[in-house]
């Protein structure tokens, strides 16, 4: 059997045997490499661990803490490849952009999440192009942060065209938003044991407070619980705590939500705050899992332009950002690429926006569906205050990043441990059946962790040919978002890379890792120190 597929970057039609699926290939007519795309979207990447949940800042230690752009959010959504235990090993990255084939022309597509039901393949579900585009739609929907009026709209909407994937994630994101309700009640009235409430029994928490001596608070959730217990009983607390944008983007069993809260005082100025929070469902229902500030956003830049391409002749330049494509907001480079790829839609003849930024300046142009002759890459960029690992004075993390990718690359549990939060973790790691996420605190770690790998070691790759080839990241005071790259011999793929990010906290002179985060894209990179 044989399938056709678009070469992202020049537009040709290729066809190739099913066999060739997930492998490296050249394309005959620009000399491209790209990795071919898969007939069947469900199919999962290997999976390496997710990170624990982090605190805000105090005295705002809800977690709804610092800000984290919806670009940052999706870059973290979409396909959560990395389960590796404890600590996320991230599959790739260096400072700077990847080097090798920036992007997929499949990519981490949305509908390829683990979740606790498999996609729909009926006429209008994930299994068909049309339910398809409703579910990428329907994620980048959520990731613009939408009230909660249009999102019951767009779920009215999308249950009566029979869109079911679409349909599921938008009840996800209901839920998720019922959630934080309950978590302005709980600050509303000062009760902190509603506000814990909210919160899963694995909670972890990160924040960085100003004059702190001893660098980052990381709170478990019985210290969180008694952090805003002594915070309402101060009499300082505010009288409304407002999460007032929510940028959500449903994984499955869990979520992840870029949240900015406004903390309103009857005596004071108003105090805003941003986080990004990992939610976990529990049942019907939603937890607070990890909570983190925010350090760094990630965008979708123009690595290369193709000399003869559609962007040469319309002035797109490397270094460029891609905001939109079409209507669709673009969060990674592998959205953008399989937005690009995606056939049909348009009339003979009708053109697709395409919106970037430079300087500062958003561009806004007109271009013919197909091939754009340039390549994106997934970028961390440091936010005001924070900085580039390779340009920082952090030798002692630098030091322990080294650390924790050996001790995933040599499959060593105590030395991963060693390496984690004493006073809280977050490690995630998959069921038996490689779909469902499992979180695990310290206590449970070493258990969970040597199953997954013995999971990994039978289904996913093989052990021995995990090799970290690069590790950069951002820093800001005592808090790091660490990016590596791992390659790798898949089981079914061959060779193949990818990227993971861990979050690191500094407690008591010492940086440790607190939680994986999950990412979206496969390729994510740090962009390059001035």
């Known amino acids: 059997m044989s399938f056709s597929f678009v070469c992202p970057r020049c537009g040709k039609h290729l066809q190739v045997l099913d066999s060739a699926a997930g492998r490296k290939a050249r394309c005959p007519q620009c000399g491209h490499v790209i990795r071919v795309p898969r007939p069947d979207p469900a199919e999962e990447a290997p999976i390496a661990p997710e990170s624990p949940e982090g605190a805000s800042s105090p005295p705002n230690a809800a977690p709804s803490a610092r800000w984290l752009n919806p670009r940052i959010l999706i870059t973290a959504a979409v396909v959560l490849v990395a389960v590796v235990v404890g600590v996320v090993w991230v599959r790739g990255l260096r400072e700077g952009p990847p080097t090798g084939p920036q992007y997929d022309p499949v990519g981490p597509r949305w509908g390829r999440q683990p979740g606790p039901e498999p996609p ?52 996800d994101a209901q839920g998720i938003n019922a959630l934080f309700d309950g978590m302005e009640v709980g600050w509303s009235t000062r009760n902190a044991p509603a506000v814990a409430d909210n919160c899963n029994e ?41 999460i007032v944008q929510r940028h959500i983007v449903p994984m499955g069993n869990i979520a992840l939500a870029a949240t900015r809260a406004v903390d309103s005082f009857a005596d004071g ?48 330049e490397p270094g460029d950002r891609v905001l939109a494509y079409g209507d669709e907001p673009i969060m990674s480079a592998a959205q953008l690429a399989d937005a690009i790829a995606r056939p049909g839609g348009q009339e003979a003849g009708a053109q697709v926006q395409l919106k970037t930024q430079r300087g500062g300046k958003e561009r806004v142009f007109q271009v013919q569906p197909g091939a754009l002759g340039l390549d994106p890459a997934t970028l961390l960029m440091p936010i005001e205050g924070a900085e580039f690992l390779a340009a920082s004075k952090h030798t002692e993390l630098h030091e322990a990043a080294a650390r924790a990718a050996e001790a995933v690359r040599a499959r060593d549990v105590d030395a991963m441990l060693a390496e984690a939060s004493p006073t809280a973790a977050l490690f995630l790691t998959r069921d038996e059946s490689g779909r469902t996420v499992r979180a695990s605190g310290l206590a ?87």
């Not at 800001?476 to 079914?492: D, E, H, P, W």
């Open 120 to 171: 729909d393949a009926g006429a209008s579900g994930a299994g068909t192009p049309e339910g398809a585009i409703a579910l990428r739609r329907a994620m980048a929907y959520l990731a613009s942060g939408p009230d909660p009026a249009s999102l019951a709209a767009r779920l009215a909407n999308e249950s009566e065209n029979g869109h079911a994937e679409a349909a599921r994630v938008l009840r």
């Open 202 to 242: 694995r909670l972890v928490l990160v924040a960085d407070p100003p004059g702190r001596a001893e660098g980052a608070l990381v709170l478990d959730r019985a210290g969180f619980a008694a952090l805003l217990t002594r915070y309402f009983a101060g009499g300082k607390s505010p009288r409304a705590h407002d």
């Open 269 to 316: 100025p108003d105090v805003t705050s941003q986080s990004l929070i990992i939610t976990q469902r529990e049942g019907a229902d939603w937890r607070v899992l990890f909570g983190f500030p925010l350090i760094a956003e990630a965008v979708v830049q123009v690595t290369q332009i193709l000399p003869d391409g559609q962007a040469a002749a319309l002035g797109v």
């Open 444 to 530: 449970t770690a070493r258990e969970e962790v040597e199953r997954h790998w013995e999971w990994q070691a039978e289904n996913s790759f093989v052990p021995e040919s995990l090799q970290c080839t690069g590790i950069g990241g951002i820093v800001k005071g005592n808090l790091a978002l660490v990016v590596y790259r791992f390659s790798y011999q898949s089981r079914k793929d061959g060779p193949m890379e990818a990227s993971n990010v861990l979050a690191f906290a500094r407690e008591n002179g010492k940086w440790h890792l607190v939680a994986p985060v999950p990412f979206p894209d496969r390729h994510v990179g740090v962009g390059r120190s001035p």
